[in-house]
């Protein structure tokens, strides 16, 4: 990707105009998750970060020269965006795979099912898909299942009719409705109740839905993306989740890692949280080698999550301009007790807790 003299990026659709079914493999160090995107936008067939393994790379060089001529894919243009930006932090491994998979899939309407544990970003990578992608120009529509009350999920998300039940004083859309050309994201599907479960299935399978106490069919435009970091399959097994559905939904899987199996990625996000909370008028702090490392050797039961409100709690709560080891050993000692997720002190768990912006 990077020559001395041109990005290789820009070479490629000058290598395609010349020849469109040459298969172009690009490796670069640059392995964020715009760079795989950019990659697949501009006809590469497959992107590979640097390190790899040379087996990988012989892998795909088969796969280039076995796979069947195709018209390629229109050439999704993006606004110039640095990686400063990008709402996914991290160059691990499991993480390249993970911008491989979304980049392929970012020109698609496929169904995706999001596994992960609490804290590891589900939500963030809906919104990449959402965002980077062919509906990006539409709304993008989010909905917890385990937020709203059972007997109220089919009217969040279908809609009801002026009467269709006690209180329904006026017509109110759904969500399916407000992500009409967009994308509807399903947050903690395996909290949905069964018999909303048996009204999704027939959306997926006709295209189309009734607000309740309608009778008039209105056609669903929209990308489905699903999250759960509960197992669907154990759900399956025990009735409480519908084995049509969970096929239905499972089109592409996506697994996110917790952040104790990429926790090379810990200090890139530490300092993401440290620039994003100085941008917000927090002070400014820098964090010295050794914290890192004491960052690094935590297991992070909430994730992400909890990652982030210790930095912000860090950066306001601590005076010296640089975070040392006594002080995350000390924060990390505090935080022992608290539950998993909240990231620490008790004492700032109602002023840190918010919804966050990297994974």
Do not use: C
Not at 35 to 52: D, M, S
Request: glycine share 8%; hydrophobic share 40%.
């Amino acid at each position: 990707m990077v020559m001395p003299d041109e990005n290789g990026l820009d070479l490629i659709p000058r290598i395609k105009r010349q020849r469109p079914d040459l298969r172009i493999v690009v490796m670069s160090a640059q392995n964020t998750l715009l760079t795989a995107v950019k990659a697949t936008e501009r006809g590469a067939f497959e992107y590979l970060a640097k390190p790899f393994d040379l087996k990988q790379l012989i892998n795909v060089v088969q796969r280039a020269l076995l796979s069947p001529k195709e018209t390629p894919p229109p050439v999704i243009e993006q606004p110039e965006e640095s990686d400063d930006t990008l709402p996914l932090i991290g160059r691990s491994p499991a993480m390249q795979e993970i911008y491989r998979v979304l980049a392929r899939l970012m020109g698609t309407d496929l169904t995706v099912m999001i596994h992960g544990e609490s804290g590891t970003g589900k939500e963030l990578v809906a919104r990449a898909l959402h965002d980077y992608g062919k509906r990006r120009s539409g709304p993008f529509v989010a909905i917890n299942m385990a937020a709203i009350p059972r007997e109220l999920i089919e009217s969040e998300l279908f809609g009801h009719e002026k009467g269709a039940f006690t209180g329904a004083t006026q017509r109110s859309t759904g969500r399916f409705e407000q992500a009409q050309g967009g994308t509807l994201f399903l947050d903690e599907i395996g909290d949905m109740p069964l018999d909303a479960q048996t009204r999704l299935l027939r959306v997926l399978q006709e295209g189309e839905y009734t607000t309740v106490g309608g009778r008039t069919p209105i056609k669903a435009d929209v990308r489905i993306i699903a999250a759960t970091h509960r197992d669907l399959r154990q759900l399956i097994r025990q009735g409480l989740f519908r084995e049509d559905l969970f096929y239905r939904l499972n089109v592409v899987p996506i697994r996110l890692p917790p952040l104790r199996e990429r926790k090379e990625d810990v200090p890139a996000l530490v300092r993401h949280f440290l620039a994003e909370a100085h941008s917000e008028g927090l002070p400014r702090k820098s964090i010295e080698p050794a914290a890192l490392d004491r960052l690094k050797s935590y297991s992070w039961p909430g994730n992400v999550r909890e990652l982030e409100n210790m930095v912000r709690r860090l950066a306001v709560l601590y005076s010296q301009d640089e975070i040392t080891a006594d002080v995350v050993n000390e924060e990390l000692a505090e935080g022992r007790g608290a539950t998993a997720g909240t990231g620490g002190r008790r004492r700032g768990r109602k002023a840190w807790d918010r919804p966050w912006s990297g994974i």
